[in-house]
């Protein structure tokens, strides 16, 4: 099986990154072949010193102008085009010898989405339904519920990505460049018209939720223009309850320089820093 993963990283060094540290260290205990690209997205650059564990060949870019998350990830399924799975990490996920497992497992699927948890054990994602899934839910089933996670730890199969490319689709939309590039891939996958897919959640991966907490300013303005994108490239009740919230709340906060942006993205459809 051929096998490839992607670890985009932000204002770190490699060895500080835990999904590296994590990953390097799970695979040094498996057999086979695996090709990991690190995407080091700014703002210095960063040199290769790492371990590598036999079979496992790096690819490492400085990509130092922070560029949007959905071109890196087309990029590299584009690159990878021929293989049997595709794994995307952020930096700062903690995996466990079960996730690395699953990464190679004979069992089919065509997205694995680990369950998301905190320090706390608490699980954030997958979302089914908008509801919190269970620990004991191992299967989740798209034909009729609408299935959601975050883009870090997801594990895609060729099919899914074969899927897309008849479609004439990217995998991750790239109107979207940091905020709502993972949801852009479960908004196309839940629509009616998607054939059904085996999707599993039999990991669990620990993950900074620190979007939970408390948000900064610059997070705020970004969420707002990803809600701008969603309700242009996904009509629905969701996404325009959404939209007219943030037209509220910018309101609200007097913030006429924000919401000219968010109007003006709006009516774009795309992020200012998209590529396309």
Not at 168 to 178: A, L, P
Not at 215 to 231: D, F, G, H, P, R
Request: hydrophobic share 40%.
């Amino acid at each position: 099986m051929k096998i490839c993963i992607l670890i985009v990283i932000y204002g770190k060094k490699i060895e500080e990154s835990t999904s590296i540290t994590t990953l390097i260290d799970g695979l040094s205990n498996l057999s086979g072949n695996y090709y990991l690209r690190l995407v080091n997205n700014g703002p210095k650059p960063l040199e290769l010193k790492l371990n590598i564990p036999q079979g496992v060949k790096i690819e490492l870019i400085n990509s130092i102008q922070n560029r949007p998350l959905s071109s890196i990830y087309n990029e590299f399924i584009e690159y990878y085009k021929d293989f049997d799975r595709y794994v995307i990490l952020d930096d700062d996920t903690q995996l466990n010898a079960n996730y690395i497992s699953r990464i190679n497992t004979e069992d089919y699927f065509d997205l694995e989405l680990p369950k998301i948890i905190n320090s706390d054990k608490e699980i954030f994602y997958p979302l089914k339904n908008w509801k919190v899934v269970s620990s004991e839910e191992n299967i989740l089933i798209n034909s009729k519920e609408n299935i959601f996670s975050i883009g870090s730890g997801i594990i895609l199969s060729n099919n899914l990505v074969n899927i897309f490319l008849s479609k004439g689709k990217k995998v991750f939309n790239e109107s979207f460049v940091f905020y709502g590039v993972d949801f852009s891939l479960f908004f196309e996958i839940n629509k009616k018209n998607f054939p059904m897919l085996i999707i599993t959640s039999y990991t669990q991966i620990l993950h900074d939720m620190s979007l939970h907490g408390e948000v900064s300013k610059e997070k705020k303005y970004e969420l707002y223009l990803n809600y701008a994108i969603q309700v242009r490239q996904y009509p629905m009740v969701l996404t325009i309850k959404t939209f007219l919230h943030s037209i509220f709340c910018l309101l609200q906060e007097k913030d006429s320089r924000s919401l000219y942006s968010f109007l003006k993205v709006f009516w774009v459809g795309k992020h200012p820093k998209s590529e396309i």
